[in-house]
Nanobody, 115 residues
Framework: QVQLVESGGGLVQPGGSLRLSCAASGIIFRNHAMAWYRQAPGKQRELVAQITSGGSTNYADSVRGRFTISRDNAKNTVYLQMNSLKPADTAVYYC?????????WGQGTQVTVSS
């Protein structure tokens, strides 16, 4: 059974940093691309960053240069380092992977950027 468990969210002031983690189980982690999405209240879920099995990365324009996605295949974990956070980054952040034709999501972790 595939499980994705996020952690690391919280309340941070504008300009601050957070690191999100997503621990995966039930999959051969190193074989799969991983991604972070986010959903703000009243908005659609959007792709934030993704990393392929080979380590190539892609970012939404709104976070490029501020966020970094990385993976540790030995720990079956994907990370999202978020720097220079803005109130517009406030959202629930979800870990995602797709295997064959099935999407898998974590339960989400809340990130709130506010003074």
């Amino acid at each position: 059974q595939v499980q994705l468990v996020e952690s690391g969210g919280g309340l941070v002031q504008p300009g601050g940093s957070l690191r999100l983690s997503c621990a995966a189980s039930g999959i051969i982690f190193r074989n799969h691309a991983m991604a972070w999405y986010r959903q703000a209240p009243g908005k659609q879920r959007e792709l934030v960053a993704q990393i392929t099995s080979g380590g190539s990365t892609n970012y939404a324009d709104s976070v490029r240069g501020r966020f970094t996605i990385s993976r540790d295949n030995a720990k079956n974990t994907v990370y999202l380092q978020m720097n220079s956070l803005k109130p517009a980054d406030t959202a629930v952040y979800y870990c995602h992977t797709r295997i064959v034709s099935t999407n898998y999501w974590g339960q989400g972790t809340q990130v709130t950027v506010s003074s």
